[in-house]
């Protein structure tokens, strides 16, 4: 039954392109000017680097500030806490795939993998004071964003971490003898997990504009739709649709979802490590339901805070 489906969806959907072939060319040059202007730039610099700094086991000098830290508070590993700060910085989808790198080398127990899968995706700092920042009104500032994205996190990780009963710690794997990648290596390695990105924003991004392009009467449900469906052209939309709180609220909450392209990048960089993706799923609606609440809360302060 499943295998019947998806067939008919992939007729289907080649059915429409030749139907519309003007908007999948449109859609296909949005997905690609996105990958080629801001997800390349933004992020394979850093998954060259990060790729270095494993193969020359250097993690226990970056993590060394916040490693007590991420110790107490996380319950996190050294390879988790690297995972965990390479995934907060650089943006979906780094932690889930370096979650799935140590899982591969047995750097990390499946236990950790589990549970750092529920919190080390998010939206990088730089996507959110540079392009999500952008499209919030003036009566919202941009901490307010920040806090109810990032705050979260926390409660994410209590969470998961009750479910996959991580207690403290898990045992540090050995560094000592393992063979290092050249830096050659590292370089294709990170240049082939940026063209499936791509290849996937690409396909998200005309989803995006057919949708875009359906006669719908609620242009506020069509723009949340569009941020479930990929982000970037979902915070356009929201931004363009909805004023005042309630685009600010939008934003964070389809930002901290992810959105289905951000699920199928994720899931790309995770197939050969027996992660879950459906779990994965789960984690991300719970850390956005959270955002909105957070959101809500964090808004009520507002009218307390001196003006200019």
């Not at 020359?56 to 500030?65: G, V, Y």
């Not at 403290?168 to 393992?178: A, F, H, I, L, Y």
Request: hydrophobic share 50%; glycine share 8%; charged share 15%.
């Amino acid at each position: 039954m499943k295998k019947s489906f998806f067939r008919l969806l992939s007729v289907a959907a080649l059915l429409l392109l030749l139907l519309r072939p003007s908007l999948a060319f449109e859609g296909a040059r949005n997905g690609l000017v996105l990958w080629g202007s801001v997800v390349v730039p933004s992020l394979l610099p850093f998954m060259i680097c990060s790729n270095v700094i494993v193969a020359l086991n250097a993690i226990h000098i970056l993590i060394f500030p916040v490693r007590r830290l991420l110790h107490r508070f996380f319950c996190l590993s050294d390879a988790g806490s690297y995972t965990f700060i390479s995934g907060l910085l650089c943006g979906y989808p780094m932690g889930a795939r370096t979650c799935s790198e140590f899982m591969d080398k047995n750097r990390m127990t499946s236990r950790e993998g589990k549970y750092l899968l529920a919190i080390c995706n998010h939206p990088s700092p730089m996507f959110l004071l540079g392009y999500a920042a952008s499209g919030l009104p003036n009566s919202v500032p941009v901490w307010l964003l920040l806090i109810s994205i990032y705050l979260p996190i926390f409660f994410v990780s209590w969470a998961a971490r009750a479910y996959y009963g991580i207690r403290e710690p898990e045992p540090s794997v050995s560094e000592k003898g393992r063979s290092s990648h050249s830096f050659d290596e590292s370089l294709m390695d990170s240049c082939e997990v940026m063209i499936k990105i791509g290849g996937y924003i690409m396909i998200f991004s005309i989803l995006a504009l057919y949708i875009a392009k359906l006669p719908l009467h609620n242009p506020g449900q069509t723009a949340v739709l569009l941020g479930i469906i990929e982000i970037t052209t979902g915070i356009k939309a929201i931004s363009e649709t909805f004023s005042g709180l309630s685009c600010g609220l939008w934003i964070g909450a389809v930002t901290a979802f992810g959105g289905l392209s951000g699920i199928f990048q994720t899931k790309s960089v995770i197939k050969n490590a027996g992660l879950s993706i459906r779990h994965y799923v789960v984690w991300k609606v719970f850390h956005s339901l959270l955002t909105i609440i957070f959101f809500i809360l964090l808004s009520r302060f507002l009218p307390l805070l001196p003006s200019g």
